[in-house]
């Protein structure tokens, strides 16, 4: 499965950007997740989302501000990200976790970068 990750850039703080992640080739997943990593930090989990039934999982940090979503025809994952804050900068990465069996996320994208800017 390839993850293709895109839609950061540079944004004042207190607006919005999407992020989108398609998946593509031989693809079987339970959830996808996003996940970023701060500059000279750990990555750490952002929300998550399952295919079949759209549960969605938030870290506190975002809650009430940013939004994930999936369109099961494309294979694609969004992340809506609003009331965007300078500690949200981040890379941004996308991933897959294959199985309900397991909580580990095998497969990820390349990262896209969000700047928010004060």
């Known amino acids: 499965v390839q993850l293709q990750a895109s839609g950061g850039g540079l944004v004042q703080a207190g607006g919005s950007l999407r992020l989108s992640c398609a998946a593509s080739?031989?693809?079987?997943?339970?959830?996808m997740g996003w996940f970023r990593q701060a500059p000279g930090k750990e990555r750490d989990f952002v929300a998550s989302i399952r295919w079949s039934s759209g549960s969605t999982t938030y870290a506190d940090s975002v809650k009430g501000r940013f939004t994930i979503s999936r369109d099961n025809a494309k294979n694609t994952v969004y992340l809506q990200m609003n009331s965007l804050k300078p500690e949200d900068t981040a890379v941004y990465y996308c991933a897959s976790r294959p199985s309900i069996l397991t909580v580990e996320y095998t497969s990820w994208g390349q990262g896209t970068l969000v700047t928010v800017s004060s």
């Open positions: 080739g031989r693809f079987s997943s339970h959830a």
